[in-house]
């Protein structure tokens, strides 16, 4: 059964491979990554160990304020777990450890975990000004009795995989591609609260989602997705954009999501959405009539998709 640590201070253990890192979204470049930790771990008789950072380093050295996450920490750690690690550990990102020196990391590890091996993707950094690379803790190991080893990278159509090439995909609404790197479709959670009752008034109920706000949304447009509410799913035609046929005073990005073949009262439920492919762009009709003959044939796609 893994454990799960909440700092790197509550821990003490001897003997252990490791492998550092946001492991954001946990795509299939990481789950390599991992089963390599576990099997050699697990063949050497040491125990494989996870840590994870949080929040994003970008978040601290970048002030970035825009969503960045694929998942939350909390379904990260849930997928860390699937994959059989002994032990996952938060390492909570701030610019006190930003500012630490690789040397000076590396004994803290060395202290409270007793590390053998350090397996790393070949563009692993860490430490002040991202001086810890390969080479330089490939060094620092001769000296403190680890060694460092280095996983290939796992490619999709030519180019590896990596959380922020998830990014990219989502962000052009490739939701196929994103899939492919992750090993799964793209998923967000969120609950159902009331929304402005367009979509009954046009007969086409909508679910508008309340998500978390520093998720990464896929680009504007109609997407053919399964929903899940409870242990039920559903297929689902999903929105996400500024709904230009509608003028708004107040224009914001909503997620409204019409389940097919449902008709029940689900406000204030958990909704979770897994996009399967982008069926069009968001773009504004001349009436609501259009609208709805547009929608009827996004529902009739989506239902050739996911039968």
Known sequence: MTR????IESVKMQDTWLAIGSFDGVHLGHRNLIRQLVEGAHASNCQAVVMTLYPHPSRVVRGL??????????????MLGELKVD???????DRKLASQSAATFMNRLIHHLGVRNLLAGQNFVLG???KGNIEALTRLGQSLGYQVTVISPVMVEGSPISSSQIRTWLGEGDVDLARRGLGRPYSICGRVMHGDGRGGRIGIPTANLDVWQEQVLPAGG???????????????VTNIGLRPTFSSEHPHVTIESHLLDFSQDVYDQELHLDFIQRL???RRFEDAA???????????????LLV
């Open 4 to 7: 799960y640590y909440p700092s």
């Open 65 to 78: 304020t825009t969503p960045i996450y694929l998942a939350t920490f909390d379904e990260r750690v849930a």
């Open 87 to 93: 032990a996952i550990i938060q390492l909570q990102f």
């Open 128 to 130: 002040h000004e991202r």
């Open 222 to 236: 109609v997407y053919a997705c399964q929903a899940r509410i409870g242990t039920k799913r559903y297929m689902a």
């Open 280 to 282: 069009r762009g968001e």
């Open 290 to 304: 259009d609208l709805v003959k547009q929608i009827h044939a996004d529902i009739t796609h989506t239902r050739r």
